[in-house]
C-alpha cells in the first residue's frame, strides 16, 4: 500500500474540545492503520467538519470561530508509524460532492435557528431536597406555565424574553454525505467523530456500501455505549473510544 485516501466527518459541536484536540482525533485513528502497514505510506486525509455554519444564507459566528480553531488546531501533516499523512480541511458547505459535478453540488444553508418555545425538559418527581428553602416546588410550577419568570403578576411569555439558538439539518447532512463516500469507493478509510447517536443507523447503512476491504470508524469522546453497537462491529466498524 503506496497511497491511501481516507475521510473523515466531525460534528463539531458534538465533541469536547476543551478536552480533546484534533490531532488527538487523527492520531488515535489511524495509529492501527499505522501498525498493520509492513511498508511505508502516505495517507491523503480529508478533514470535513459539519456544524452551524449559516445562519440564513449569511456565515454564522459559530463558522468565523471555527474557522480560527481549525486554522490554529488541525496539522496539515503528521506522521505515526509508517505513515505520513497529508491533510485538507474543508466546511461541509455541499451535500455529498463526491461522484458528482460541482455544477450539480446541493449548497447547505440555513443550519441556525432561533427557537423561541420553551425547551421540553421535565422535573421528576425524585427530584427533592431537604433544604427549607428550597425552590422546586416553585420551579415545576413555573415550568407548566411558561411564562418568563416565577413571578405569579408577570405578563411577559417565555418565548417574549428567550431565544434558543439550534442547528438544523446537520445530522441529516452527515448522514447522506457518509452513505455517498461510503458508496463512492473513493476512500479506503473513512471516520466519523461524533457523541450524537443519532447517525448510528447510517453508519450501519455506510458499512454496507463500501468495498468489502474498506474501513469504517465511529470515533467517541464521551457517548456511552450504544444499543446497536454489536451490529455496528459485527458489520465491520471500529468502535473507537478517543482519549485525552
Avoid at 112 to 123: I, Q, T
Avoid at 208 to 226: V, Y
Wanted: charged share 20%.
Amino acid at each position: 500500500m503506496n497511497n491511501h485516501r481516507a475521510l473523515i466527518l466531525i460534528d463539531h459541536s458534538n465533541i469536547p474540545w476543551d478536552t480533546i484536540s484534533v490531532t488527538d482525533i487523527l492520531r488515535q485513528w489511524t495509529r492501527p492503520m499505522a501498525s498493520d502497514s509492513a511498508t511505508r505510506f502516505v495517507m491523503f486525509l480529508v478533514v470535513r467538519a459539519y456544524g452551524g455554519w449559516f445562519d440564513g444564507d449569511l456565515t454564522s459566528s459559530d463558522r468565523f470561530a471555527a474557522a480560527t480553531f481549525y486554522q490554529d488546531t488541525c496539522p496539515a501533516l503528521f506522521e505515526t508509524g509508517k505513515m505520513t499523512a497529508s491533510v485538507r480541511f474543508e466546511f461541509a458547505d455541499t451535500l455529498s460532492p463526491w461522484g458528482v459535478t460541482v455544477a450539480s453540488r446541493l449548497a447547505i444553508t440555513h443550519t441556525v435557528a432561533s427557537r423561541r418555545a420553551p425547551g421540553r425538559y421535565l422535573l421528576t418527581k425524585a427530584a427533592t431536597c431537604t433544604n427549607a428553602k428550597c425552590q422546586l416546588k416553585l420551579l415545576r410550577k413555573w415550568s407548566r406555565s411558561k411564562r418568563a419568570c416565577q413571578e405569579p403578576t408577570c405578563k411577559m411569555d417565555f418565548a417574549d424574553c428567550v431565544v434558543r439558538p439550534e442547528q438544523k439539518q446537520v445530522d441529516v447532512h452527515m448522514a447522506l454525505d457518509l452513505v455517498a463516500a461510503a458508496g463512492s469507493g473513493l476512500f479506503q478509510s473513512i471516520a466519523v467523530a461524533s457523541d450524537d447517536a443519532d447517525l448510528l443507523p447510517a453508519l450501519a447503512v455506510a458499512r454496507t456500501r463500501q468495498q468489502p476491504d474498506a474501513d469504517l470508524a465511529l470515533l467517541r469522546i464521551a457517548a456511552p455505549i450504544s444499543y446497536l453497537d454489536g451490529r455496528l462491529t459485527s458489520l465491520g466498524v471500529r468502535l473507537v473510544r478517543i482519549r485525552p
